[in-house]
Nanobody, 114 residues
């Protein structure tokens, strides 16, 4: 089982930025895909962004142009750069890594509020 640890959440005002990090316990160059989901209170968990082994990225329509997913193979870390944050981005953000099975992190809270 791959261990996944998120960090970088916090509170920010609308229009601000945050960068989430997702550190994996093995080389991410060997994984099939990784990405981020989020879950707001009272809502289902929804995909935010993903990146494949070949570096192909995909985004939810609601974050296109504002969020960027990337990875650093040397650090075994996947990032989610979030710009122009809106109150509706408030949620717990979960990282996942796909190898033979999907492994999840514990989640990190992002709160966007004035």
């Amino acid at each position: 089982q791959v261990q996944v640890v998120e960090s970088g959440g916090g509170s920010v005002q609308p229009g601000g930025s945050l960068r989430l990090s997702c550190a994996a316990s093995l080389s991410i160059s060997s994984i099939n895909a990784a990405g981020w989901y989020r879950q707001a209170p009272g809502k289902q968990r929804a995909l935010v962004a993903s990146i494949t082994r070949l570096g192909i990225t995909d985004y939810a329509d609601s974050v296109k142009g504002r969020f960027t997913i990337s990875r650093d193979n040397a650090k075994n870390t996947v990032y989610l750069q979030m710009n122009s944050l809106k109150p509706e981005d408030t949620a717990v953000y979960y990282c996942y890594v796909d190898r033979q099975l999907r492994s999840w992190g514990q989640g990190t809270q992002v709160t966007v509020s004035s």
